[in-house]
């Protein structure tokens, strides 16, 4: 049977005993505040993950062991009884006048609950016999230590050589925030806590120690974001109304971003006109688009007649880009039968045309009218022009007309054919379309990354 001896009184005990002093003790204590500080989390190379444990043992008559045994250890939280937290075995430990080390940890890495709280206690079964009686852990000063860093409440100061990479600091409004700094400049580049209105707020700086962009999450009530640049900058503040919540650099938002949006123009006339027998304009309007796309023209107004009967009445009402000439389908004829009965007539009039834009260059829409025979006048004539930037199919635009074709053949209705003609172009005419933004997109994109991996060679040429 094995026995271990009592170094203070020289006679057998069934107890391990740890050395007072030496090298060995010193290692197991120091091993066991690393267990407490850092079990569980990766720790730096420099320190050991293991347990330094030494022992003596004797045999039944007293005697130093003098050959190799098979330690089984453990870890409890309780002196007695209770469920082993971690164990290893070892085997052929070599004995020396009754001495032997382990380094526990060493064939069963360490887990966290070994050292999470304490007491923990050691218990050791020397060539498969009865537990001996368990043995405690105890901390050194080093391990103390660690356990004040691990209940820290003033703050925390992580250190890369002399720069406190990460530490909390203290703001002017008395909040807690942690700080970053650079290594190689011993700037501050980040700090994240909380605001002067207590929200949560992230700074980060330029290399030049200015505020680069800052974020805090409940300005004055709503969220803020501003990007600072060295010229020009850029804010989200929620707490603002309209326009005024984002605001952008001078030319920070490109002409198809800006433009690309409907637009309107519109005019009234509630006076009578006097139709006479040249073509003429009654009301116009102008709109200037930002950008190519059309521009959808609608007019209304009501014809009319003062009719004599067996005299002919008519004329003719239209839209026009140039105010001399109808376009094509533009010129709708009013009329009263040459038998009606003499008097009063009325006849609402609705027109609508498409007009090609170009970027920049005034569209001018004109509500034309002209008298054929008999008296016509027009009243409540309104004009409408809406630009429209981008087409979803087929447009056939309103043009000058080479002549009314309304001398040419009758035809009949869309044949099926005819319909599908139609169908297939608009659907060509929308993937042409979407086909050209993606392209302006990837040409952006491509120009987008030119510029960043220029500022990336040029930081890395600092």
């Known amino acids: 049977m094995n026995r271990f001896l009592d170094n203070t009184r020289s006679r057998p005990f069934r107890r391990l005993v740890r050395k007072p002093a030496g090298k060995a003790a010193r290692s197991l204590l120091f091993c066991v505040a690393l267990a407490i500080a850092g079990a569980g989390a990766a720790a730096y ?50 004995v020396s006048k009754g001495v032997f080390a382990v380094a526990l940890g060493s064939v069963s ?63 002017t409004q008395g909040e807690l925030n942690l700080e970053w700094r650079s290594q190689e400049f011993n700037q501050v580049v980040a700090k994240l806590g909380a605001g002067f209105t207590g929200d949560g707020t992230l700074v980060l700086f330029s290399e030049n120690g200015a505020t680069g962009m800052e974020a805090l999450s409940n300005r004055f009530g709503d969220p803020f974001l501003g990007i600072y640049g060295t010229l020009q ?44 027998s040249t073509v003429s304009s009654v009301l116009s309007r102008t709109l200037t688009p930002p950008t190519g796309g059309f521009v959808l023209a609608l007019g209304q107004c009501v014809a009319r007649f003062a ?67 008999g008296a016509i006048e027009i009243e409540d004539v309104s004009l409408t022009l809406l630009y429209v930037p981008t087409s979803y199919g087929t447009v056939s635009q309103t043009l000058l007309a080479v002549g009314d074709g309304e001398d040419a053949p009758a035809r009949g209705p869309q044949t099926p054919g005819e319909v599908l003609s139609e169908k297939l172009a608009s659907q060509e005419a929308n993937a042409a379309r979407l086909e050209q933004e993606l392209a302006t997109m990837r040409a952006a994109h491509l120009t987008m990354r030119a510029e960043m991996d220029a500022a990336r060679a040029a930081m890395a040429d600092r």
């Not at 062991?65 to 870890?75: S, T």
């Open 109 to 171: 890495p360490l887990s966290g609950a070994v050292a999470k709280t304490s007491p923990r206690f050691i218990g050791i079964r020397v060539n498969g016999e009865a537990e001996l009686p368990r043995t405690e852990l105890r901390a050194t000063p080093f391990a103390l230590r660690a356990q004040a860093a691990d209940s820290v409440t003033a703050g925390i100061n992580l250190k890369s050589g002399n720069v406190s990479v990460l530490s909390s600091q203290f703001s």
């Open 45 to 94: 190379a420099a320190v050991p993950q293991t347990i330094a444990f030494q022992g003596f043992l004797t045999d039944a008559g007293g005697q130093p062991l003098e050959v190799p045994v098979n330690l089984d250890i453990a870890v409890y939280n309780a002196a007695s009884g209770g469920t082993a937290l971690w164990t290893e075995a070892h085997t052929g430990v070599p």
């Open 307 to 373: 009719h004599s009967s067996g005299t002919a009445t008519s004329g003719a009402v239209g839209l026009s880009d140039d105010g001399i000439t109808f376009g094509t389908a533009q010129d709708v004829n009013v009329q009263v039968a040459t038998g009606a009965a003499s008097g009063s007539y009325s006849i609402p009039v609705h027109l609508n045309g498409v007009f090609a834009a170009t970027a920049g260059t005034p569209v001018t829409v004109h509500l034309m009218g002209s008298e054929a025979s």
């Open 233 to 276: 900058s850029a804010f989200i503040d929620l707490d603002q109304d309209f326009d005024s919540s984002i605001r952008f650099p001078v030319g920070g938002i490109n002409s198809v971003e800006s433009f690309n949006e409907p637009g309107l123009a519109s005019a009234t006339n509630t006076n009578f006109t006097s139709l006479t």
